[in-house]
T-cell receptor, first 114, second 112 residues
């Protein structure tokens, strides 16, 4: 248990579906992140939120839409995805943006787009 | 572009042996490095870090070595155990940046 909980753990969706991934942390952290982990590729940073404000969008396609309603919750809304978007999506949190050595990852949501 | 990479995608060792996992980085401005362990079905976990003003740092059964001259980082695991089986990857950070750049990972398999 890292204190970062992601749901669902597995999701299969069609290209025309709309779904959401949820992340929750009760560590009192102020920064939250979405990463994409594809087979044979390094972890890719997608979005960074600091104090509920999006501070970074790493050139992510608009079919991925993040939402951070409060400092404990982070969502990734998915719509009209492509098969190449199938991957493990990892949420993470840190006490603040510059505390890189205290990044806690969730266990990830495995997404399959069919 | 500048990136962090690993020399070997897989490593297989016998239980009790020492393991060495390597990482090459190309950004000479990077001054902070972290090793992560990712077990099957889990998210990455912090193992150990090192700043560029050091060339060696030891933890419990793990040692990280940094060679800035050749831009090389290694993780040594002593007396490798079955529970050490996982994917290990390094990440680098350039001072002043709040980003981590991750390597691809090496899969370590420990044979009993």
């Amino acid at each position: 248990e890292t204190g970062v909980t992601q749901t669902p753990r597995h999701l299969v969706m069609g290209m025309t579906n709309k779904k959401s991934l949820k992340c929750e942390q009760h560590l009192g952290h102020n920064a939250m992140y979405w990463y994409k982990q594809s087979a044979k590729k390094p972890l890719e940073l997608m979005f960074v939120y600091s104090l509920e404000e999006r501070v970074e969008n790493n050139s992510v396609p608009s079919r991925f839409s993040p939402e951070c309603p409060n400092s404990s919750h982070l969502f990734l809304h998915l719509h009209t995805l492509q098969p190449e978007d199938s991957a493990l999506y990892l949420c993470a949190s840190t006490p603040s943006r510059n505390r890189l050595n205290t990044i806690y990852f969730g266990e990830g949501s495995w997404l399959t787009v069919v | 572009g500048e990136s962090v990479g690993l020399h070997l995608p897989t490593l297989s060792v016998q239980e009790g042996d020492n393991s060495i996992i390597n990482c090459a980085y190309s950004n000479s401005a990077s001054d902070y490095f972290i090793w992560y362990k990712q077990e099957s079905g889990k998210g990455p976990q912090f193992i150990i870090d090192i700043r560029s003003n050091m060339d060696k740092r030891q933890g419990q059964r793990v040692t990280v070595l940094l060679n800035k001259t050749v831009k090389h980082l290694s993780l040594q695991i002593a007396a490798t155990q079955p529970g050490d089986s996982a994917v290990y990857f390094c990440a680098e950070n350039q001072g002043g940046s709040e980003k981590l750049v991750f390597g691809k990972g090496t899969k370590l398999t420990v044979n009993p």
